[in-house]
């Protein structure tokens, strides 16, 4: 079982900053990807950015250049810095945790943090 934690949503204006945080209850070497998702209103949830077998990192196109993915291993921890916030921006941030056992994967979520942009 993995038990993630988020920090770090709020309200900001268009072109400020944020940085979430979620923080793992295992070591994330344990964990086969490990990433941010959203979800806007009367949307689908979408990958924003990603870690995949330790070292491959994937960006939803919409946020290449704007938001970093990275982790803190000692911490157990992965962040997202997101810089030149975009109205559009807006929605509800999930961490994710993948875990597989052979071929069955198990997906983990955190509860969500809520990114705010205004215009």
């Known amino acids: 079982q993995v038990q993630l934690v988020e920090s770090g949503g709020g309200l900001v204006q268009t072109g400020g900053s944020l940085r979430l945080s979620c923080a793992a209850s295992?070591?994330?070497?344990?964990?086969?990807?490990m990433g941010w998702y959203r979800q806007a209103p009367g949307k689908q949830r979408e990958l924003v950015a990603g870690?995949?077998?330790?070292?491959?990192?994937k960006y939803a196109d919409s946020v290449k250049g704007r938001f970093t993915i990275s982790s803190d291993n000692a911490k157990n921890t992965v962040y997202l810095q997101m810089n030149s916030l975009k109205p559009e921006d807006t929605a509800v941030y999930y961490c994710?945790?993948?875990?597989?056992?052979?071929?069955?994967?198990?997906?983990?979520w955190g509860q969500g943090t809520q990114v705010t942009v205004s215009s």
């Open positions: 870690i995949f077998s330790g070292s491959v990192i």
């Open positions: 295992v070591s994330i070497f344990s964990i086969n990807a």
């Open positions: 994710n945790a993948d875990r597989y056992t052979g071929t069955i994967k198990v997906a983990y």
